[in-house]
């Protein structure tokens, strides 16, 4: 929905970049003088890193090299040793030139954990680089390089356990050695070496004499999501000697465009990435977007020897974390508070960090004018400079109290993050405050200006949220208290940034917390003949259902003729015949009868025997299922819950052959019953992952015969049009089980909050890595089949639609086209036809209409827009609110949805209110579709007189505009042009008065 035409005014974060020479600031260790002056490193005692979360910054016109002083022990050719160790960071910026003779990232058994060095510019050289050691204990270091950064190592470079070396973009340069016998060694479990490709390929990695590989555990990663589509050849590593290769299994290729193949091919000096295939466009999924917003609290003795953990929070980090930390300096009678706070903040795995001062300043004798009302109050001038100052935990001026004509100020400067993209300071959003000496009736204006909002409070403490436009840098100046020795002070301000927005690709899983690694992508899907009719009018919809008996009744088939796109046949499904297979073909054929359009699916289980299909006659249960032992030493069926045999695919190839040809293709293939096929595919349920986390070898050949066998069904089936969906896609699974997407159409999703066996991952991360299992699928044009509310153990209608709104969102968040929901307590029609059968929910009947962009992700809250419903879900909480269009539920006549977009709540706003002060109140707001926060109203952009008079405005989807004319304001207006959509009429009217006036009206457009 477009919002009025307004001019945004407002605050630009700036960036500043220091330039001062030898710019080392440290967090958490000491005095800053200790690092700012090299000459104390190692005298001090300490180097980086001997404190947690140490910060180091080496800015432009930075070089280090030969200091005076030294402790003799960390002297070799007269530079120095640097280690960045116990989770600490370091940044060499552009300019910033470095000479040391060793660099250690880690590299300590006790707390070497964890620790990062960043180089987006400038120039490093040393002898050896050495990035973790071959210790488990030294896990997760890493060593980054972009943009124009240069890295020279005259000996070896290392990369040891569970590190990395990260090479970004094609501009830096990376040398290894200068004489024979300088290496790129890789050693340890899960050493890494990672490429994010540019548009031309990668900086290549120049190595003097060997790389050395350990075969079994080293790991390449290449983002190729940055790269042109052309096919090539991409050098990333060359070298004199070759010493091991990457296994298979331990390459990782991802953001290659759909049609294009990547391997990794070597030659006698040189390691290539190899691009091949021809891309191609998969229906289209819209561009999403991830961003993780940062917020904190800030109180006044954050940063000093007295601090507490409380008195800063960012992100629910407190100073006790390691990823937090904060100096309180006092400059020219200013607080500054110095922060550093670690995240990935752009959701590329891998922690980044944010930088910035927080300076609070004091004046007294500022000019101000209070009044009770919003909007009413002024402070003109701000007085002279005085004091800020810090007791009890509280701002004030001068006397840690806020009197009349005394203002704080709160800015924030000097913000650097090392995040690709940039960081966004949004200002401050609240203030905490207290009284210092009793009475009641405090009062303070917010902001500088006129304009400005006001408060006051009577209790000990109270709290108020800052207005926009007070937000940066923020004023706030004492107005006076009842009594005039009674007075307040500050204790806490909040702040907020959004971090950078970077694209949300579907198919890359570095930032979820899976184990084994996700493999390669699978390719997008190419036969869309025999797809279901799609369509978003309403929530589109599959079913899955069984009944043993008797059959379907009238009243049953006509709901599911009139509801599903798809439906699933269960197994058990006789419905009063003698076999499953009759059943079936029985509910089928009246239900499409009915709507010939829908898609029937035969369930098949690819691992267990289950009875009562017709096929049974011809199958050998003793000796084509497998076996084992029981206690008393016999042999046996190896039975699943004490009933139903395992199939042998290993060692039975009749058993192969009969689950082919007879059990699940005489079905798929029956003939057409009036002209109309009954069955359109199968529904494969319980499908395995083999041990190998890839289903085919180099050759393109199934691994065993399990797979095997699925794939001749699935080749069948796509000569002959016909649908194969299976239970694959699994977050708990190995690879999501997205290696079946190889040859499945479509998938079904069940399980889908179960997190991956072993891997740490909560519930809620379980959750968002299935949606993107899902985005991913719908991205390639397969079919989605999500499936929520069985095993609920919903007694009542109310109780399963009390359930409902969470788990339709979550579909709406993952939902494309050829997505379909299903929402039912049981797949037993025998049950209460309320618990299967849920086209009685209102949500089923509203119209939905297309999204109107892909989802926003924001940590465990996703957002997003269709025609007719705002979406918005918190999996973390599984709270969810759907704000559909034209549903008033708080019956205050303002569509939920509009509530929605606009005040984050579907019952907040007053019909009667004006938050942006203009002429309209919120409900004439609502009946224009004009934005409420915005002052402007809908009004004319363009009126031009000639021949004709030609009006012009902005106009807003969905709603419709008449224009009527008058000669005078006395007879009243005529209508001169109706149900107008575009923003424009012309007025060809030859004899209109010279003079006149018109008049636009609005109403919302029936939908």
Known sequence: MRGKTVLLTGITALWVFSTQASNFFWNGSGADNNWTNVANWGAAGALPGDNQVDQALVTASTTLSTPATINTSLVFSNSVSFKVRNKSYALIESGGNVDFTAIQIGVNASVGNGSTLTQTGGAISGSTLQIGSAATADYGNRYEISGSGSLLTTADLTIGAGSTFRIIGEQATVNVGDTSGDDLVMTGGGSELAFVLGTSGASVVDIFDTFSIDSANAMLTIDASGLSTNTAAYELVRFSSLDGLFSAGNILITGLADGLNGSIVYDSDSMNLLVSGEADVPPGLPAAKIFQPISGTLKPRAGSASQTDADLICNGADLGSSQLSCIRTISDSDY????????????????????????????????????????????????????????????????????????????????????????????????AVKETSGGYDHRMIFGDGTGLDSGSFQTDTAAFAIPAVAADPFVVTGAGSNVANREWAITSIAFSFKGPLVSWDPTDYSSYKIAPNMLDEYEAQTNYANYPDFSWDTVPRWLIVRKAAPAYTAAEVAAMAGNYEVIVWEKANKAGFSTIEEGIIDASSRVKAVDPTMKSLFYRNTSLHYSGYESDTTYDEWNWSRHTTDTNGMEVLDLHKDKYPWYNYDDVADMRDWWVNDAALPMILHESINGVAPIDGVFCDKCLVPTTGYFFDGNGDPVDEYIGTQYRLAQALEVNNKLMVGNVIRNERHNGGREYMRFYDGSYLERWNFPYSDSGQSTADAVCASIQLMREASSKGRMIFFKTGENSAASSMEEMEADMPYHLALYLIVAEEYSYFAYQDTVNALEDDFQWETSWMTEFSRPLGAPLGGPIKDG?????????????????????????????????GLDDQWEFRYFGDVTIADPNGNPDGDELVNSEEYLAGTDPNLPESLEISRLAVGESVQLEWDAIDGYLYQVYWSSNLVHGFSLVGSNLVDGLFIDAIADRDVQGFYRISVEKADR
Do not use: C
Request: glycine share 8%.
């Open 336 to 431: 500054i508070y110095s922060v550093s706070y670690v995240q990935d903040m752009d959701g590329d795995g891998f922690d980044d960090i944010l930088t910035f001062d927080i300076r609070v300043e004091g004046f007294e004798g500022s000019v101000y004018s209070y009044s009770t009302a919003n909007g009413a109050s002024s402070m003109t001038a701000l007085g002279s400079a005085a004091e800020a100052t810090d007791v009890d935990n509280a701002w004030g001026v001068d006397d840690n109290e806020m009197d009349p004509g005394q203002s704080l100020r709160f800015s924030v400067e000097n913000i650097h993050s090392t995040a690709a993209g940039s960081i966004t300071y949004e200002g401050f959003t609240s203030i």
């Open 860 to 892: 465990y809250v996703y957002t997003r827009q269709f025609a007719h419903v705002d979406v918005w879900v918190d999996v973390a909480n599984e709270e969810a609110v759907l704000a559909w269009d034209s549903v008033d539920s708080d019956e205050d």
